[in-house]
């Protein structure tokens, strides 16, 4: 039987992007605050970890307005988060299966969605 959950993210700082020109401790401040928030974004979620070799994670972005944007450049600015998520749910990333989904409307203000999918059993 598969298991999901769907993690609801804000859009990742633009400090995050590969091509950003920040200060290393900005950025290093940054990617801290992300990886804590999807950490506790993820536990409110679910309290457990996730018992599987294996997961499945679909990403969804939901930009904050219609400027194009590189698809690599959206998932390098997450590896911050997927890191919080991976050590909530006790699944190392290096163990996920990435699906990228088509870029969907924007929204106010941006948001990425993650849905986990595992067998269980």
Do not use: C
């Not at 091509?19 to 536990?43: C, S």
């Not at 959206?74 to 990228?100: N, T």
């Amino acid at each position: 039987m598969m298991e999901s959950i769907i993690i609801q993210l804000p859009w990742p700082s633009r400090s995050l992007s590969p091509n950003a020109r920040a200060h290393w401790r900005r950025v290093a401040e940054i990617k801290k605050l992300a990886k804590r928030d999807a950490f506790y974004a993820t536990r409110s979620i679910r309290r457990e970890a996730i018992e599987a070799d294996r997961l499945v994670a679909k990403v969804t972005f939901s930009p904050p307005d219609r400027r194009a944007r590189d698809l690599d450049n959206m998932i390098a600015s997450m590896k911050a988060a997927f890191d919080g998520i991976a050590s909530a749910v006790g699944v190392d990333d290096s163990k996920w299966h990435l699906h990228i989904a088509p870029v969907a409307d924007p929204v106010k203000g941006g948001k990425v969605l993650v849905e986990l999918e595992w067998a269980n059993g």
